[in-house]
């Protein structure tokens, strides 16, 4: 048996010293270096090169200077995608943080949304947002990627990141949001999205695989891209990094996540629906928040309702919850939207 073992190490020695000094060990790639050479990789677009509305209804909003509303749905399939794409809402979260966890149904919702499309605003399907059941750390983040992929692999237009702890955490979600020879982004590593993944989301979006591959990339940091991606700061170890979290590169969003960050600073609920959102230190919570996403010039989430709409919208709140409610009616019209976008 020792006899065995040294012939092995002396043939695996002998094996080693063969590779050629220049092979390149996958250490020694760089951050961002395009796998096949300088210039095989297109450049960062500094400006959009296309006309018309975009697929993701979010964005042609945001260009008009417009706050959006959503609606919200978990646990939904196909019926409820055909009843959903009427909605008046500009977009549809789809919660599976805590809702079930089933890619297959949200394939089917999509599905059901392009069959009963397109919408009363011209688009293929209302643009869709999903949450994941991921704790927003980056170990976390880098293990559950999958997660990420098989969501965005279903058509959908973007990724809310819950319990966003870190600019790590971020980060890794727009990497695995990204394909490989996507545009070189500063402070970002090459993506990491695999092929096969655009052909069902490719007939969602109405377009083909490969327009799919150039369009599926994180708006604003690519000004041709369809897919929002947004943190929610939820408890005080994501307060403690969101300046940096928000600055993240294709970041387009944040919240600041009043019901678990009620669970933290203030306790367990008082009565139904209490979280002690007035409480001095969860007022300061939501301030930080918010002045984060207007220094890195990212937009901020707030739940709405029709008493404190318009003052929402004053704070500088450009998501808000009720998109099919009167509050939503309520904000459109002292934002005097042309609702056709």
Not at 32 to 56: C, V
Not at 65 to 93: H, M, N
Not at 223 to 235: S, W, Y
């Amino acid at each position: 048996m020792k006899t065995r073992s040294l012939l092995l190490s002396g043939l695996a020695a002998a094996a080693l010293a063969t590779i050629p000094a220049s092979f390149p060990a996958a250490a020694q790639v760089q951050v961002n270096a395009p796998a096949f050479g300088p210039g095989t990789f297109p450049a960062m677009p500094a400006r959009t090169t296309r006309t018309g509305k975009h697929i993701n209804r979010i964005i042609d909003m945001w260009l008009k200077g417009q706050p959006v509303y959503y609606t919200q749905i978990e646990a939904a399939g196909y019926e409820d995608g055909k009843r959903l794409a009427a909605t008046k809402a500009d977009y549809i979260t789809y919660e599976m943080e805590h809702g079930a966890l089933d890619f297959h149904e949200l394939r089917e919702f999509m599905r059901g949304l392009k069959e009963a499309g397109p919408t009363r605003t011209g688009h293929a399907t209302p643009a869709v947002i999903v949450t994941l059941p991921i704790q927003g750390t980056a170990d976390a983040v880098r293990a559950n990627a999958w997660m990420i992929q098989q969501a965005l692999a279903a058509g959908v237009h973007g990724i809310l990141l819950c319990n966003a702890e870190s600019p790590e955490a971020a980060k890794i979600m727009i990497e695995a949001s990204r394909y490989p020879f996507a545009p070189v982004a500063q402070g970002l590593n090459q993506g990491f999205r695999g092929n096969g993944s655009q052909s069902y989301a490719s007939k969602i979006w109405g377009v083909t695989p490969n327009e799919y591959l150039k369009l599926a990339e994180p708006w604003p940091l690519n000004p041709d891209g369809e897919l929002i991606f947004g943190v929610k700061i939820e408890n005080p170890r994501a307060d403690a990094n969101v300046e940096s979290t928000v600055r993240v590169p294709g970041i387009a969003f944040a919240e600041w996540g009043p019901g678990d960050h009620g669970f933290y600073l203030v306790g367990a609920p008082a009565g139904a629906g209490g979280r002690g959102d007035l409480q001095p230190n969860m007022v300061a919570v939501r301030k930080r928040v918010l002045d984060a996403t207007k220094a890195a010039g990212v937009k901020f989430l707030n739940a709405c309702n029709e008493q404190n709409v318009i003052d929402q919208l004053k704070d500088g709140v450009m998501i808000c919850t009720g998109g099919d409610t009167p509050a939503a009616d309520k904000g459109r019209a002292f934002t005097k939207r042309a609702d056709q976008a």
